[in-house]
Nanobody, 115 residues
Framework: QVQLVESGGGLVQAGGSLRLSCAGS????????MGWYRQAPGKQRELVAS???????NYADAVKGRFTISRGNAENTVYLQMNSLKPEDTAVYYC?????????WGQGTQVTVSS
Protein backbone atom coordinates (compact mmCIF):
# COMPACT_ATOMS: atom_id res chain seq x y z
CA GLN A 1 0.00 0.00 0.00
CA VAL A 2 1.27 3.45 -0.95
CA GLN A 3 1.30 6.27 1.54
CA LEU A 4 2.31 9.91 1.31
CA VAL A 5 2.56 11.57 4.71
CA GLU A 6 2.80 15.35 5.05
CA SER A 7 3.99 17.32 8.04
CA GLY A 8 4.95 20.87 8.90
CA GLY A 9 1.69 22.78 8.58
CA GLY A 10 0.43 25.15 11.21
CA LEU A 11 -0.50 28.71 12.09
CA VAL A 12 1.84 31.57 11.22
CA GLN A 13 1.60 35.33 10.97
CA ALA A 14 1.77 37.08 7.63
CA GLY A 15 5.38 37.46 6.55
CA GLY A 16 6.43 34.31 8.36
CA SER A 17 7.76 31.01 7.08
CA LEU A 18 6.85 27.34 7.20
CA ARG A 19 8.45 24.22 5.78
CA LEU A 20 6.30 21.33 4.63
CA SER A 21 7.66 17.81 4.34
CA CYS A 22 6.30 14.78 2.52
CA ALA A 23 7.58 11.24 2.77
CA GLY A 24 6.39 8.44 0.56
CA SER A 25 6.41 4.78 1.52
CA UNK A 26 5.15 1.50 0.17
CA UNK A 27 5.23 0.16 -3.34
CA UNK A 28 6.14 3.36 -5.14
CA UNK A 29 8.12 2.66 -8.25
CA UNK A 30 9.82 5.18 -10.49
CA UNK A 31 8.33 8.40 -9.21
CA UNK A 32 8.52 10.87 -12.09
CA UNK A 33 7.14 13.99 -10.47
CA MET A 34 6.42 15.07 -6.91
CA GLY A 35 4.61 18.21 -5.99
CA TRP A 36 2.38 20.22 -3.71
CA TYR A 37 -1.20 21.29 -4.31
CA ARG A 38 -3.45 23.37 -2.12
CA GLN A 39 -7.15 23.83 -1.66
CA ALA A 40 -8.72 26.79 0.08
CA PRO A 41 -12.34 26.72 1.31
CA GLY A 42 -14.75 27.07 -1.58
CA LYS A 43 -11.99 26.87 -4.18
CA GLN A 44 -10.63 24.19 -6.47
CA ARG A 45 -7.44 22.35 -5.69
CA GLU A 46 -4.53 24.05 -7.46
CA LEU A 47 -0.92 23.27 -8.19
CA VAL A 48 1.55 25.12 -6.00
CA ALA A 49 4.85 23.62 -7.15
CA SER A 50 6.26 20.47 -8.67
CA UNK A 51 9.66 18.90 -9.23
CA UNK A 52 10.68 16.15 -11.63
CA UNK A 53 13.08 13.32 -10.95
CA UNK A 54 15.61 15.32 -12.94
CA UNK A 55 15.20 18.36 -10.72
CA UNK A 56 13.12 20.55 -13.03
CA UNK A 57 10.77 22.76 -11.03
CA ASN A 58 7.51 24.48 -11.79
CA TYR A 59 5.71 27.07 -9.65
CA ALA A 60 2.34 28.73 -9.64
CA ASP A 61 2.65 32.44 -10.41
CA ALA A 62 1.19 33.30 -7.01
CA VAL A 63 4.10 31.69 -5.14
CA LYS A 64 7.07 32.38 -7.43
CA GLY A 65 9.92 33.98 -5.54
CA ARG A 66 8.43 33.03 -2.15
CA PHE A 67 8.19 29.22 -2.18
CA THR A 68 10.90 26.69 -2.97
CA ILE A 69 10.33 23.00 -3.70
CA SER A 70 13.13 20.48 -3.28
CA ARG A 71 13.67 16.72 -3.21
CA GLY A 72 15.14 15.09 -0.13
CA ASN A 73 18.14 12.80 0.02
CA ALA A 74 15.83 9.97 1.01
CA GLU A 75 13.91 8.49 -1.86
CA ASN A 76 10.37 9.74 -2.39
CA THR A 77 10.67 12.77 -0.14
CA VAL A 78 9.86 16.33 -1.06
CA TYR A 79 9.87 19.64 0.79
CA LEU A 80 8.18 22.99 0.33
CA GLN A 81 9.86 25.99 1.93
CA MET A 82 7.31 28.78 2.19
CA ASN A 83 8.56 32.30 2.94
CA SER A 84 6.82 35.68 3.07
CA LEU A 85 3.52 33.95 3.68
CA LYS A 86 0.32 35.84 2.97
CA PRO A 87 -3.22 35.29 4.30
CA GLU A 88 -4.23 34.15 0.82
CA ASP A 89 -1.83 31.22 1.18
CA THR A 90 -4.19 29.76 3.78
CA ALA A 91 -5.30 26.33 2.58
CA VAL A 92 -4.94 22.61 3.04
CA TYR A 93 -1.72 21.58 1.33
CA TYR A 94 -1.52 18.14 -0.30
CA CYS A 95 1.55 16.20 -1.33
CA UNK A 96 1.30 14.54 -4.73
CA UNK A 97 3.41 12.00 -6.58
CA UNK A 98 3.16 10.51 -10.07
CA UNK A 99 4.53 7.20 -11.20
CA UNK A 100 3.74 7.15 -14.88
CA UNK A 101 -0.06 7.47 -15.15
CA UNK A 102 -0.66 6.59 -11.51
CA UNK A 103 -1.08 9.44 -9.03
CA UNK A 104 -0.84 9.35 -5.25
CA TRP A 105 -2.06 11.89 -2.69
CA GLY A 106 -1.32 12.60 0.94
CA GLN A 107 -4.00 13.35 3.50
CA GLY A 108 -3.23 17.07 3.57
CA THR A 109 -1.85 19.47 6.14
CA GLN A 110 -3.47 22.76 7.15
CA VAL A 111 -1.59 26.00 6.68
CA THR A 112 -3.18 29.09 8.19
CA VAL A 113 -1.68 32.56 7.76
CA SER A 114 -3.05 35.28 9.98
CA SER A 115 -3.01 38.94 9.02
Amino acid sequence: QVQLVESGGGLVQAGGSLRLSCAGSGSIFSINVMGWYRQAPGKQRELVASITSGGRTNYADAVKGRFTISRGNAENTVYLQMNSLKPEDTAVYYCNAWSGPVGYWGQGTQVTVSS
